[in-house]
């Protein structure tokens, strides 16, 4: 059984043998009859999952970080069938062919040492080896943030471009059950689209998501409701800032646009983002100027290069931004934002930045977007 699972257990195993159960402490009992449907019909999920499972889950809101997972690097990052057809491979800034595996095992390890020294728990993924897709040796394993974790479980979702990426979020969801305990509940399906793990909070009512070739209506008419369920919120009383993606790729090098959400803006406090404002839309940055967001601009040299918006948020007002991006982070420290730098920079040569990377397993819950 999964640790956490295996434990809880044993805890409701001793209180069974030492007798500490009583029907007065059951929801819905009633004596003499039977249990009281209405308290059942009424009972939240959210109230019920840790009682399960052992354990609190989910990377809702910019609450303090707890816990992620990361996977172990390895030289299967390299594609064996990427000399192959190199164009039939998404091109980056960086050639891909100039990946330094040695290098991107270094930069994860400081990336983790930082996340350690903030009292996260890190966990690593390891991938079967070699790792492969129902078409062909898998790609970026790396991507760990693939899976979003949610109060409640986890979000198993559908690639929109890249057919050596499905299975992928599958495996994730997999070592994320039997290793933690993180139950799926959500895997998009139909014909909808929806990269689920580079969608972000920018607090616990606010969600950002994206309609690209990463994302269709049909796929965030699906994840959409189950976000505003995992925040305890009615879907009317949750905002969803759906950026609108001008670029046909994943990532485009020549304007630093992004189907990913992550790529083009972060969290930095409740009231504070970085974005790069070639890669959102009109309404979208105007969105944050009428909500009085204090917004750090990425400027395009830096945003092709390393994609400095795609930072991890440890807690409001304390960041981790790839060092390389000298210039963002000085315009997020002016902010009054902590920026604690990590070297980064080989991870965009494979396609993504320190959010991508990371499968943030639980955080405290944090400020509502009028908690300013």
């Known amino acids: 059984m999964p640790t956490p699972y295996e434990i809880r257990i044993e805890e409701l195993q001793q209180r069974l043998t030492a007798k500490e159960f009583k ?3 059951v929801p819905g009992y009633r004596p003499g009859q039977s249990p009281d449907a209405a308290v059942w019909h009424n009972l939240d999920y959210l109230d019920v999952y840790p009682q399960v499972w052992g354990r609190e889950m989910g990377s809702n809101g910019i609450g303090k970080l707890r816990e992620v997972a990361l996977t172990t690097i390895t030289p299967n990052e390299m594609n064996p069938m990427y000399d192959d057809d190199p164009g039939f491979f998404h091109q980056w800034e960086i050639p891909f062919d100039t990946l330094d595996i040695a290098e991107m095992q270094d930069q994860s390890a400081r990336y983790q040492q930082i996340l350690e020294d903030n009292g996260v728990v890190v966990h690593r993924v390891d991938f079967p080896d070699p790792p492969v897709s129902p078409f062909g040796p898998m790609t970026y394993m790396w991507a760990t943030r693939e899976l979003l974790v949610l109060r409640g479980g986890s979000v198993i979702p559908k690639m929109g471009w890249t057919p050596f ?6 495996y994730l969801a997999l ?15 139909g014909t909808g689209v929806c990269e689920a793990g580079p969608c972000f909070f920018l607090a616990e009512d606010v969600f950002v998501g994206a309609l690209s070739v990463a994302f269709n209506q049909e796929g965030l008419d699906q994840l959409y409701p189950v976000v505003a369920r995992s925040a305890g919120l009615d879907p009317e009383d949750m905002t969803f800032l759906t950026i609108k993606s001008a670029s046909p790729w994943y990532f485009d090098p020549q304007s630093g646009a992004s189907a ?6 972060g969290a930095l406090d409740v009231d504070k983002v970085i974005v790069y404002p070639g890669g959102i839309d009109f309404e979208t940055y105007k969105w944050l100027e009428r909500r009085g967001y204090q917004i750090a601009h990425a400027e395009r040299d830096e945003q092709i290069r390393y994609a400095p918006t795609n930072v991890t948020t440890l807690e409001p007002g304390l960041v981790i931004m790839i060092a390389e991006a000298e210039k963002a982070i000085a315009e997020v420290r002016k902010l009054g934002v902590e920026v604690l730098p990590v070297p980064y920079g080989e991870f965009l040569k494979a396609g993504g930045g320190l959010n991508c990377s990371t499968m943030a397993v639980w955080r405290d819950k944090g400020p509502y977007s009028t908690d300013r």
């Open 23 to 25: 029907l007065e402490d």
């Open 165 to 170: 990426s499905v299975g992928r979020a599958e």
């Open 175 to 189: 070592w994320a059950f039997q290793n933690l305990s993180v139950p799926p509940i959500l895997t998009v399906a």
């Open 260 to 265: 990913h959400p992550d790529m083009v803006m």
